[in-house]
């Protein structure tokens, strides 16, 4: 299997899950900004039309997009890994709706509109106004509860990955103790810390490489 992931976006919901069941993938970085990948200049618009990460390739050569059928398409791979209940259960049916609630709430309703260079101040505070209702609901959820259901799966990962984003967004946990406290566990998990740890780095490249140019100009 091989990931296309950009570092620290959404992708790295993915990675976790990849290390979370000890497969041995490969992984391509992409330059979101420029829709290419970054070692070969690939373009990236023949991987995916949306021009979105994460992208799985799949051992058979097929390509899966869209974060809840790529994490659940990895977790399927990995049954010893208990990443996602058995198909066809109602406990699939709640990871289904907790990976829609954390791609379409947070994820789409609210931290892209926050990270969007292109949306305006006023999208940005709709984005936020949407925050407490999201997190109050987490909070309430996760009373006494380890995870987002019996065990981690797939949903935890991407649920880390989005509140990974809160620290760069300045939205404060505060308030929400069991949040609080569900991330740092989830932050001292094996994979996890694995994960932040090899994609921080390319991260910060990216972030001057995405400067260099204006630095240049005003230079
Ligand atoms: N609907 C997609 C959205 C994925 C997405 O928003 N990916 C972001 C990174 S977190 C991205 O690639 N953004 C670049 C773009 O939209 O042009 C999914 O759920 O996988």
């Not at 991330?183 to 995405?210: F, G, H």
């Amino acid at each position: 299997m091989q990931l296309y992931f950009a570092p620290l976006a959404c992708s790295l919901a993915t990675r976790i899950a990849l290390y979370e069941a000890g497969f041995d993938a490969g992984f391509v970085e992409v330059d979101l900004k420029h829709k290419r990948t970054l070692a070969g200049g690939d373009d990236f618009f023949a991987v995916n039309p949306m021009g979105q990460v994460p992208v799985l390739r799949t051992d058979s050569g097929e390509l899966v997009t869209e974060n809840s059928a790529v994490l659940q398409y990895v977790a399927d791979q990995a049954p010893h890994a208990g990443l996602a209940p058995a198909a066809g259960t109602m406990d699939r049916v709640r990871l289904q709706q907790w990976l829609s609630f954390i791609g379409t709430e947070l994820h789409k309703g609210v931290f892209t509109a926050l990270f969007d260079p292109r949306s305006d101040a006023a999208a940005k505070s709709y984005a936020r106004s949407k925050v407490d209702a999201r997190l109050t609901y987490l909070d309430k959820h996760l009373v006494d509860r380890e995870f987002l259901m019996d065990r981690f799966t797939v949903a935890d990962a991407y649920l880390t990955t989005v509140l990974l984003w809160t620290l760069a967004t300045g939205i404060t946990l505060d308030a929400f103790p069991n949040l609080l406290a569900y991330r740092r566990r989830m932050m001292d998990r094996a994979s996890v810390q694995k994960a932040i740890s090899i994609e921080r780095p390319l991260y910060q490249a990216e972030q001057q490489r995405d400067a260099a140019p204006a630095a240049a100009a005003a230079g």
